[in-house]
């Protein structure tokens, strides 16, 4: 297995705020072909500090990869600072301009002289042409380490990824080296728990880590099989398949422990899965939100597609709108007021019946920080459904913890792991 | 200028998919305390790669913030490996024990034999007691070097940073080398207009750095007055006001050039700006949405207090459900199609009609990856505003690139500005 880091150049990226998407996308598509991610280091548009960081990453790392700072601006350091590293001098090379003055062609314009700096690559490295955007990247073997530098668009890093750098380290990988990973997603059982039904799964020295990470989605389960490195113990050298079932197996034995729980596997979502769920079953579903104010609607709709099953949603905040949009009587807000198991209940029958969709999901809460008593608290949330059966909704109450933004998505995840839940019931009986 | 660096501990870290708050937060708040973030590492939990993260960081950074691998498992190692990089071995320290003990006799529980592990400290730290959870921290110096070691909790290491880390920090700086930053968000140029238009604004030498950052919600504009380091010119050394004012003048220069694409500076939200506008002016807000799928209404309601302003969103995605929520005529959607101005123009007539708000907000689009066709391609986003004012809607017309979720981010960004706008114009009337 062989060690790799990342190292994301750019000042803006030390101001934080964003997610590095380059390094979720390298640390995924570098296991499969044999190295480990097991450093990431971020440092902005000052030389020295490019040369401290990448000095630090050839001592430990097999696989060095830069993103960030070849742009034709002054504040693009990464070229000087990978020569300056190596001592390998930049040169202009006829092939980055070449590819440069095509691409830029294309576009009717000549390049800038700025741009010709692009052309800048280390003595010995190999120039990576860069399909979608003007700057070239390059790769460099330099001691034992292999270097490589790509641009920070993501767009454009992950192309060059595919075509230039993952062939050739999947050709030079071993196939017991690969890292493997199942990934299952949990919602409903506290981490604290999870970790006592998983207790005995994975033991130690066999090669497989267990990891689990919460958040307001839930609980997600790793299981990654992974080569030996300092401070873990020794994989067996076994082939890949023998780790693969070992992975397999243990996987099955966490489905089996922990499976009612589980939405999700791999990279699939919650709202994936039920928008899967509806198309198969051909059902239509109408949304009535108030405390989530259009969440459930937002995630339903980041699935392409999903306008076939979708028909609306009224994020009603206030009473009125209760009233005119979905029907809930104004006596059952007055009697058990707005956050209650009744009116969600209404709520969801309201918006199936009006809408003429097979199932009404709805919910109402307090996402505070204000608005809560010592009866009814921050975090109160009931979700209603409504699918016609029996003709009543049923209805569940929940108490989350958090702030606002937090018990919004926990409500939104409730809401849908509790239609999935039931489209998981009548897909069965409709199969059966 | 002390230089900073952070070490965020955690394997689940190097999976990456997450926002590290942790670092985004630290990196806000060190400095104004006089320490500049030029590194950040992430490690896994491996003691080893720790020990040489931190080895690393101590070299190059006056002072060293690690979060995570403080908890009471075999996989939190940051206590050894602190151990291991400054040699200072660990002891159980009375103070963190009392303090854990205090904590979990509140939740009526006692320290169980994992948890006693958290008492182990280096030998010469400073423990940090943990105000929310059980894992106390601990504050170490070691050569010319601070290292401070937070929980991996963001509330728990929030806390600990302001309460024991921060007014230490801040007495040991000399007032000329805190950071001051600006912040100010655009919307609707890009970000090479922008690069154009603030060409000259900074010169260098003025120990003031300009950062352009895009993303579907804009680009934002920083200014950043900052001490001298190795590979960037040396500030003057002037006293506080000396800098800042500096940095205002340069920042009134900026508002001078690019104000009117400016919608929010500093930690301000666009949702909270149109909340706070509504709010003053007394106005109910009434959204209908189409292809943002109830992504305004998620991002109104994220603000605390939006229910006093917002009084309902209707997401109608199919044409059913605008003819039945908004009154939008069927004759219209055939003749022009959904996604057309007149049907954007009609949509925020009826919501705020029906709802009897004071504005109406709509948005139809096609937010792809399919529906699109020559004449009306993805991306192609109509948005209606209708105040009641000379009896007619207002709309225009956006063609935006990127994925579905872009499609949908920008579109959102696009109804609230032109929302902003009107209500920036309202407000001005009202006061003259």
């Not at 060690?3 to 570098?30: H, Q």
């Not at 005995?200 to 839930?218: E, I, K």
């Not at 109450?397 to 809401?415: L, N, V």
Request: positive net charge.
């Amino acid at each position: 297995m062989r060690c790799g880091e990342i190292i994301a150049v750019g000042s803006e990226l030390l101001l934080g705020g964003r997610l590095d998407t380059n390094s979720l996308f390298l640390t995924e598509r570098l296991g499969p072909v044999g190295v480990e991610v097991r450093f990431k280091s971020v440092v902005g548009d000052v030389e020295d500090d490019i040369v401290a960081a990448i000095r630090t990453a050839a001592r430990r790392a097999d696989v060095v990869v830069l993103t960030g700072g070849l742009g034709p601006t002054v504040d693009d350091r990464t070229r000087q600072a990978v020569a300056r590293a190596t001592g390998c001098p930049l040169s202009r090379r006829p092939e980055a301009l070449e590819g440069m003055r095509r691409r830029l062609a294309t576009w009717g314009r000549p390049p800038t002289a700025a741009q010709l700096r692009q052309a800048l690559i280390p003595k010995g490295a190999e120039v990576l042409a860069n399909p979608v955007g003007s700057a070239p990247g390059f790769r460099l073997s330099w001691k034992s380490c292999l270097i490589v530098a790509l641009p920070g668009v993501p767009a454009e890093a992950e192309q060059m990824f595919f075509l230039a750098v993952a062939p050739e380290l999947a050709a030079e990988s071993a196939a017991h080296e690969r890292i493997e990973r199942r990934v299952l997603h949990t919602f409903g059982l506290p981490e604290s728990d999870l970790d006592g039904k998983l207790q005995g799964v994975v033991r130690a020295g066999r090669g497989v880590r267990l990891g689990l990470l919460a958040s307001p989605l839930g609980v997600t389960v790793t299981l990654t099989a992974c080569g030996a490195h300092p401070g873990t113990p020794k994989a067996p050298k076994a082939g890949r398949n023998a780790r693969e079932s070992v992975l397999d197996r243990l996987t099955r034995i966490v489905r089996r422990r922990i499976g009612r729980y589980v939405y999700a596997e791999g990279a699939e979502t919650m709202e994936e899965v039920v928008g899967r769920y509806l198309a198969d079953q051909g059902l239509r579903l109408a949304v009535a939100e108030s405390c989530t104010g259009g969440l459930i609607g937002h995630r339903l709709t980041q699935v392409p597609g999903s306008s076939t099953y979708l028909d609306r949603v009224a994020v009603c905040y206030s009473n009125q709108a209760k009233i005119e949009l979905l029907g809930v009587p104004e006596d059952l807000m007055r009697q058990h007021g707005a956050v209650s198991a009744e009116v969600a209940a209404a709520m969801a029958r309201g918006i199936r019946i009006r809408s003429h969709a097979g199932v009404g999901l709805s919910v109402t809460g307090i996402a505070g920080p204000g608005g809560g008593t010592v009866m009814k608290p921050v975090g109160l949330v009931y979700v209603g459904l409504d699918t016609g059966e029996n003709d009543r909704s049923v209805t569940r109450e929940f108490r989350f913890h958090g702030d606002r933004q937090a018990i919004k998505m926990r409500a939104s995840q409730a809401a849908l792991e509790m239609l999935r839940r039931w489209l998981v019931r009548t897909g069965a009986r409709v199969r059966s």
